[in-house]
């Protein structure tokens, strides 16, 4: 039987606000913004979409993954999707967007903290 290791609600709450995050970014900046143009698909914001995207997807697998690097890549999803929260809140008509970059933001910022590291630790929290 394969090992199966605990992870605990506050690891999974995070894994699906980071794949919440994932869709949503990526969903807005290939369909509203690329629909709207103009400042929406300015190389920075549309980068930075793009980029919050492919961050929370990398930070949900490694945390599925179980992975000792997984709260390094939580600090940097939290700082890119606050970085993306704002730029969407610039532009307007984009709250889904800037929703979903904050509840990201909160999850990968609790993880990063030491919340749900008890793969690494080797205990086991109970929810």
């Known amino acids: 039987m394969p090992h199966q290791?605990?992870?605990s609600s506050a690891m999974n709450e995070c894994i699906q606000q980071c794949l919440a995050c994932f869709t949503t970014c990526q969903?807005?900046?290939l369909t509203h913004c690329l629909e709207l143009g103009g400042e929406h698909v300015e190389p920075t914001h549309f980068r930075l979409m793009i980029d919050c995207a492919e961050v929370c997807r990398s930070a949900a697998a490694l945390m599925a993954n179980g992975s000792a690097f997984h709260a390094a890549q939580c600090v940097v999803c939290a700082d890119i999707c606050r970085a993306c929260?704002?730029?969407c809140k610039?532009?307007?008509?984009?709250?889904a967007c800037v929703q979903a970059c904050e509840r990201c933001a909160e999850a990968c910022e609790a993880?990063?903290?030491g919340s749900g590291t008890d793969q690494r630790a080797g205990t086991a929290a109970h929810s």
């Open 27 to 29: 969903q807005t900046a």
């Open 111 to 113: 993880m990063a903290g």
């Open 90 to 95: 610039r532009l307007g008509n984009m709250d």
């Open 5 to 7: 290791t605990h992870m």
């Open 85 to 87: 929260a704002e730029s």
